[in-house]
């Protein structure tokens, strides 16, 4: 809906998409990701000693910097993520970085910034040739301590999300996994961001975080300032700014509703998700890693539906050793036992990228080294997961996923190198648990129509709604100037979903879907009517969707998507289900502005 804040009183508002909701208000603090303008300019002979002296001084602060940094992460995460930080102190001892920008002061004359990033040029360029895996990785270290040098040099402020001081919303043109893994929550209370979709790597992780997010705000970090304070309405997607004390106290209104509202869904946390006629379905959370598992009991998550394992590997330097892997996994079946834990294997790419080795960008991430693609091309690392993943199915109920499956080969071959990780641990004398089911993501077209096929292979599908819906539609699901393509109703969708589900039921395999359709409040009709068994999304919308569930019959939403599916086009779907659902759950629908 269009709310219209004019007749509340006076504030400017940028439209983007929600992303993550509730409502927050906050004083903006604007990410400079950017690296920094370098001036060009030549000095004079007499400025060499300043200039000199100015960048041993930026040298011996950085270090100062770091190591506060390094001691700060080692008391929160431990000794193995401050690691980081020691190859960069190391960089800032080198001295082709350091003697050599030294020299290029003195011998052609130029200021500190310049030469520091003509030598950072230079080193990185020869370092890029080299076959050295190790070397490579440490591009990314160089180029961010030159960011880090040419900040103190230009006297610019070097805030990172990690050392906020304040409670902030934090405004970006984007976020990458580096960004978002470095957030606190006690600090960053909700960001708005000029790029990305709903299913993008931000907007998920805004919903792990349970803060309120808007993305595809375009321009926002030129409208916003430093520091001024700005509402997001992350319902209905809106940043808000520059506005009278009658649209705060509007705001602050609908954000004690929406609170309440939420508390009142909470109490349902411990009943089923059955429908009135008693239809019983399985309701997982999404998660990122174990630190998200209190969350999804809190809101009543009866498993784990999909663990995105890739943040365990992400924002790291190496690749995490099979027992620090199998903890976290083990940490999860055993908080979540005798529930059901989901874990998929490595699904970087796409948008989740800075995985350590991964160093050329392509040119479609979305359409390149991705999901089993990655980990079939890198047996070690694929073994090194699947064995840390059985070793934790001897602790609860273990089950193990493929994502972006698009042949039957891959599959054949993911399931060859799982035996090849139980053989190893019979070896070894390890424990597992030898029938746990392995299953696939649904997320290609060519999946789809080879459903039939790969459930022979599997146990279960997962439907990946967030590929699924890019794929077929041909719309990169985090570019925001073709959101407006990107259509969960669209028929193609609906089709392919219903495909799935028949095939699935032919060969008595259960089938669930993870992408965050399942958490949208208007499509739990159309999921459940579908066929599905199990839905899995971000713990903070599982006590809507189990609402929705529970004040429902099965026969009525079979009805509705014999409806939908006659349906052209994904507009008309989605104006029915508003029809429908401000009859069935008008509480809900005004807490959502369904209008
Ligand atoms: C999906 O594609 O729907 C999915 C759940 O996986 P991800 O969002 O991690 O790609
Ligand atoms: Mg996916």
Redesign the pocket.
Known sequence: MILNLSEIGRATTIEGIPASPGIVIGKAFILDAERPHVPEEEIAAEEIGREVERFREAIEDTKVLLRRLRGELEEELGENQAAIFDAHLMILEDSMVVEGTLKRITDDCTRAELALTETIGHVTRAMGRTEDEYLKDRIYDIKDIERRLLMRLLGRDDRTLRNLDDEVIVVAHDLAPTDTASMRKERVKGFITEVGGR?SHAS?MARSLEIPAVVGAHSVTESISQGETVIIDGVLGLVVYGFDTAVLEYYLERKREYEDFEKQLLKLKDYPAVTRDGRKFELGA?IEGPEDVASAVSHGAEGIG?F?TEYLFLARQDIPSEDEQYEAYRSVVESMAPGPVLIRTL?VG?DKFGLAGQHEAEANPFLGWRGIRYSLAHPNIFIRQLKAILRASAYGNVRIMF?MVSSINEVKDGKQVLEAARQQLRIEGQEFCEDIEVGI?I?TPAAVVLADALAREVDFFSI?????IQYTLAVDRGNDRVAYLYDQYHPAVLELIRQTVRAAKKHRKWVGL???MAGDPLSVLLLIGLGLSELSTSPLMLPEVKSIIRSTSYNSARKVVSRALDMQTGPEVRRYLEQIFKRKYPEISATEMIV
């Not at 990946?464 to 699924?468: E, R, V, W």
């Open positions: 299913t998920i999404n999909l995105r699904d796409g994502p993501m997320e990946g709604s967030n590929d699924l993870c992408g965050e």
